[in-house]
């Protein structure tokens, strides 16, 4: 494929759905005619109707697989952003006909002919899908509409649509999700699955009424296996190497822990992903499941109905399960569960909440977890943050480190993408009796410092060493710990 890649301005001369179907990419325009990409997969009646279109063509031959990626990518690149589609909508939008309800597309980037509404949402998801947001706010106010995506762990505005159009985009994300449209009184919860460029997505959907109309929040999942790997996390050879002894132990806890938004349900997926599911009963108690994993057995809660984490993991339990993954340790019950079953040899994978590996165990034993079984249960635990990484394109270096400065491709943030730093607490028999003590998180942290464990500033040192990122962004994602 030629290194400058499809024009756009030729791209466009055919839509998405016409392109995909037919297996062909309009390249070039120029005075000798089109170059159009084909492939084995290339349908003769597709380019019979280009050419009788636009004239003469040039045929450059492709591998199919590389042919449907520059295809996905050429359009999933052309301009058209969301607040361009709203601008458009509210132009055209008949507002006493909003709701239109038409068939699903099979791909968002086939949808330019859809009605005004279903094209705004479209226009959003397809944005943030390929911004790489992780949600996606629509959030009502007195005098606006604003819609932001979360993109890097912070939020930016996107576009303010007409407030009178708040409450169709509403209406129409709940009927993708399955919602009752008529019910704005309580919070609901439902979940989207669509495509955008050939990639599958999964949107979890959470909606809440407030003082000025219902509000939206949008969690966007990405169903790309090859995305749950630790070293493509980020976490470094040394702390993978003990964490990967960790989890093939044969019984016992492992925690990861941080707060919301720090990557560690993922950190959990990956970990699960390293294990061998031929030769073990692996299952999952979630709230929700978020990616599909082959292999494993995944149950999802539903506080509604009473199942809960608790009620879950008992039944599980009844399962023959080898290794168990808590979504969440909420509770007693469930910490009390959780120790139960690893002392009775399981291994059990869970996430906390807490701000660091030392911090973990007395957060468990204020919930209520006798501290002689968390002694002889509890194998480690892994804290962890997510730092933005510095804009290759526009990073420079003053005084010996790299900073931010903003330009196009990082869309004036300075920063592109995200990697984890990690804290990793390994219990030995000297930490197991201080834990059976009852000391204190400092003194927890000290011991563990002597044997070796680097906390979550020291492990975000390498990226600095690197010029991954900047001292400013490691001190707001570890407090300068």
């Not at 601008?87 to 507002?95: F, N, S």
């Not at 980020?234 to 002894?245: H, I, P, Y």
């Not at 399960?321 to 979504?327: F, L, Q, R, S, Y």
Request: glycine share 8%; with cysteine.
């Amino acid at each position: 494929m030629t290194a400058a890649g499809p024009s756009p301005l030729a791209t466009r001369l055919v839509p998405y759905s016409f392109a995909r179907q037919g297996q062909v990419l309009i390249a070039a325009q120029d005075a000798d005619g089109l170059e159009v990409w084909i492939s084995e997969r290339t349908r003769p009646s597709a380019l019979a109707e280009i050419g009788r279109r636009f004239g003469k063509l040039r045929l450059v031959r492709h591998e199919a697989d590389a042919l449907a990626t520059a295809l996905n990518r050429a359009y999933a690149a052309l301009d058209g952003s969301a607040a361009q589609v709203v601008g458009e909508v509210e132009g055209e939008v008949d507002l006493s006909r909003l709701m239109q309800d038409i068939p699903e597309v099979e791909d968002l980037l086939e949808s330019e002919d859809d009605a005004p509404i279903i094209r705004m949402i479209n226009a959003l998801l397809t944005q943030a899908a390929k911004e790489g947001a992780s949600d996606i706010h629509v959030e009502p106010f007195e005098h606006a509409s604003v819609v932001r995506f979360r993109v890097d762990g912070t939020l930016r505005d996107v576009v303010r649509p007409n407030k009178a159009l708040h409450g169709a985009l509403i209406s129409r994300i709940k009927i993708m999700a399955q919602l009752d449209i008529a019910e704005k009184r309580l919070p609901q919860d439902g979940r989207i699955t669509l495509r955008v460029g050939g990639r599958a997505l999964d949107v979890r959907v959470s909606t809440l009424p407030t003082g000025h109309g219902e509000r939206a929040v949008l969690r966007m999942l990405e169903k790309d296996a090859a995305r749950l790997n630790l070293e493509a996390l980020g976490m470094g050879e040394a702390t993978l190497a003990r964490f990967d002894q960790l989890i093939a132990r044969p019984h016992g806890i492992v925690l990861v822990t941080g707060p919301t938004g720090s990557g560690k349900t993922t950190t959990l997926y990956a970990a699960l992903s390293r294990l061998e599911t031929a030769a073990s009963n692996i299952m999952t108690v979630e709230d929700p499941i978020e990616y599909d994993l082959p292999g494993v057995g995944q149950t999802q809660v539903n506080d509604r109905i009473g199942m809960n984490f608790a009620r879950a993991l008992r039944s599980i339990l009844r399962q023959d399960p080898d290794i168990i993954m808590i979504g969440e340790i909420r509770d007693l019950e469930t910490a009390q569960i959780a120790v139960q079953a690893s002392l009775t040899g399981h291994l059990v994978l869970a996430t906390l909440h807490t701000n660091d590996a030392a911090s973990a165990v007395t957060r468990l034993t204020d919930m209520g977890v006798e501290p002689y079984l968390l002694a002889s249960s509890l194998l480690g635990v892994l804290a962890q943050r997510l730092v933005r990484q510095l804009c290759p394109a526009c990073k420079v270096e003053r005084d010996g480190s790299w900073h931010p400065v903003g330009c196009a491709q990082c869309r004036d943030t300075g920063y592109q993408g995200r990697r984890g730093v990690y804290e990793l607490l390994v219990l030995d028999d000297a930490l197991r009796t201080l834990v059976h003590e009852q000391r204190s998180d400092a003194e927890l942290l000290a011991a563990a410092r002597t044997r070796g464990m680097r906390t979550l500033r020291e492990d975000a040192d390498r990226w600095l060493a690197s010029g991954a990122t900047s001292r400013e962004e490691v001190l707001r994602v570890t407090g300068g710990t």
